[in-house]
């Protein structure tokens, strides 16, 4: 089992306002540490995640929380690249798509609620850079 190093600046500190960006940024590493092997986590360099805008995800806490958690560890240096995806909704019935940023699945177009979410709940790891230069 691999510890966790908490050590952080004065200035810095995880509070439970950003309690739900330590949790995603946790599953991040714990994901990340399941698909590469332990000798090539220190070559960890982007993380890119797709994080839809309804998930409730603030980028920069995620960020900051992610290098907290990281320092210390192989994957210290490792980046996240965070795409926000925007709340998308599919009308059933008249196949319109619309953006909604109150997170409304109704259709703007007819009004219908007979609507698909398409995007805007995600929380992807979509690509892994292995990259990074190790210093000899
Ligand atoms: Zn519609």
Redesign the pocket.
Known sequence: MRSTTWALDADDRLTASNMHEISIAQNVIDHVSRVVPPSDLVRVGRIRLRVGIMSGVVAHSLDFCFGALTHGTPLEGATLDIEERPFIVR?R??K?RSTNELGVAV?E??G?TDTQIESGTELDIVHLELSRQVSP
């Open positions: 009308c019935t008249c319109a259709c177009e007819c219908s």
